[in-house]
């Protein structure tokens, strides 16, 4: 295999230059989006250099940055607009090569290996591509050139606004081993303790480290990230057409207030194992362990999982496993915050189904066929025009749509392949 | 100069091929102005906030810039 070429390109904190692109004036205040405080979802998720220099970091609290910057001005998300300007983005990136692959809205990589000979000089595409975004978009990206997916990130992560960092075979000693060890793809906060314990501080003591005893330590996981230090990572850039299959399909969510009883927090289950059965539907695909995550008023987490007798995609059969576990594991002596459900084990749907002596069949199939006309119906005339009677007792705790307002997942680097070395 | 974004309602020509040719800016005050000539079309930010197809048109005897932004369309004015 002849030397790859390959770039990793982000968008500067997007949704915050986003906003300023929209929104000129912007650029003059400090500026962050958020999620909306008054239904709870308070997280920075982006903010402008200006807040940066506030003090404002993402993912704290609005309270948190507000206290950091007072004159904080917080936008809430615009999800679609994000994600139609990103789109815009890439496809300018797609002008340049098939192979793009996203890693989140703002990230992407793109295999430039092929188109090099129709283009020229990779250096002058990169700037190429960052002029034509800034100029038709109105964003600025950094861009890392290196021959494979994890340099090129950590050289689009090193000069921003605009940065152009090219690390090759030559100089990946000089510009990547200085760099701490927590800069490194897949290593977090646990990984980064561990090797901190073993004295490695930058990028460079775990490449020169050897590998058996990282190996030894951390498994499969030290011999990955040993092989990253090094610049060994030949995984390939996804093709456009490219997608994961689905391992489990889920849905969370903070709610309005606070929840003080199993029977109050029931409607809002119902509404989340609504939006699980339907988009399990979507993809064709049935499971048979469901898992609930709650988060009291005090923060912790608790997590209970069931494995069901048989697979199912209808929602009336997972909020009832679903409501099982809540009412078994927990006691509500703290009201509960935030819930979810989860839905894995997950094999496509055949068509048929094996039968149980035990099980009432007919109830299976009349509440499947009513999810389905449910769907139906809220495709065809809006999510609102059709819901359960339960969530009807209160109304603001249920008023969201699961299905149509959760959009962003979050995304794994391998995204469902295997690492080959 | 400072421009100012304004969205305004357009009459448009749509052609056999596809292609969105606009006719008229419709201002609030109920005037229409003839579009007279289109200049060029090329995907641009806009210094005065979003981005799209813009339009460089030629509105009686001036050089106005139309944009289409997703779906709707706004002009660079001179006055906010």
Known sequence: ?421 | MELFKRYVDVVLLQRKNGELIPMYVCWDNGRRYKIDKILNRQRRASPAGGCGMRYTCLISGNRRNLYLEKDRWFIESMRP
Not at chain 1, 53 to 75: F, H, N, Q, W, Y
Not at chain 1, 206 to 212: K, T
Not at chain 1, 356 to 378: N, P, V, Y
Not at chain 1, 403 to 420: L, V
Request: glycine share 8%; net charge negative; with cysteine.
């Open chain 1, 1 to 421: 295999m002849g030397k790859r070429i390959i770039f990793h390109i982000d968008i500067n904190h997007c949704y915050a230059q986003i906003e300023e692109m929209k929104h000129p004036q912007l650029r003059d205040v400090p500026m962050a989006v958020g999620g909306h405080e008054e239904k709870r979802h308070g997280i920075i998720l982006a903010k402008n250099d200006l807040a940066k220099r506030g003090g404002v970091k993402t993912g704290e609290s609005l309270r948190e940055a507000r206290s950091a910057c007072p004159d904080l001005l917080i936008i809430p998300p615009a999800y679609d607009d994000y994600i139609y300007y990103t789109e815009q983005v890439k496809n300018i990136y797609r002008e340049y090569s098939d192979t793009v692959e996203s890693f989140g809205l703002d990230e992407a990589w793109v295999d430039y290996t092929d188109s090099q000979h129709l283009f020229g000089d990779p250096v002058v595409t990169a700037r190429n591509i960052q002029e034509r975004v800034l100029r038709e978009i109105g964003l600025t990206v950094s861009v890392g050139v290196s021959w494979n997916k994890v340099f090129a990130k950590l050289g689009s992560d090193m000069k921003k606004p605009s940065g152009l960092t090219v690390i090759t075979e030559e100089n990946y000693r000089d510009i990547v081993w200085p760099l701490p060890v927590g800069d490194l793809l897949y290593v977090g906060p646990a990984t980064q303790r561990k090797l901190h314990e073993r004295a490695l501080y930058t990028i460079g003591d775990l490449a020169n480290y050897p590998e058996y005893y990282l190996r030894k330590n951390m498994g499969a996981a030290g011999t990955m990230i040993h092989a990253f230090a090094n610049g060994l990572d030949p995984s390939p850039v996804a093709l456009n057409s490219f997608r994961a299959p689905v391992k489990s399909v889920g849905n969370a969510m903070t709610m309005i207030h606070d929840t003080e009883s199993a029977e109050e927090v029931r409607p809002v289950y119902f509404m989340l194992c609504e939006s699980v059965a339907s988009r399990l539907k979507d993809e064709g695909a049935e499971g048979n362990v469901v898992t609930v995550t709650m988060r009291s008023s005090d923060l912790n987490w608790y997590m209970h999982q069931k494995k069901l007798d048989a697979y199912t995609d209808v929602s009336s059969e997972i909020l009832h496993s679903a409501m099982e576990l809540v009412e078994k594991n927990y006691d509500f002596s703290m009201p509960l915050r935030a819930v979810g459900v989860t839905v894995s084990g997950l094999r496509g749907c055949r068509g048929g189904r094996q039968l149980s002596i035990f099980a009432d069949e007919q109830a299976h199939d009349r509440s499947r066929l009513m999810d389905t006309a449910m769907d139906d119906i809220r495709s065809k005339y809006g999510f609102y025009t059709v819901r359960r009677a339960c969530t009807a007792v209160d109304p603001a705790l249920t008023g969201f749509n699961a299905k149509g307002d959760h959009t962003i997942h979050p995304i794994g680097y391998f995204q469902g392949r295997k690492m080959i070395l």
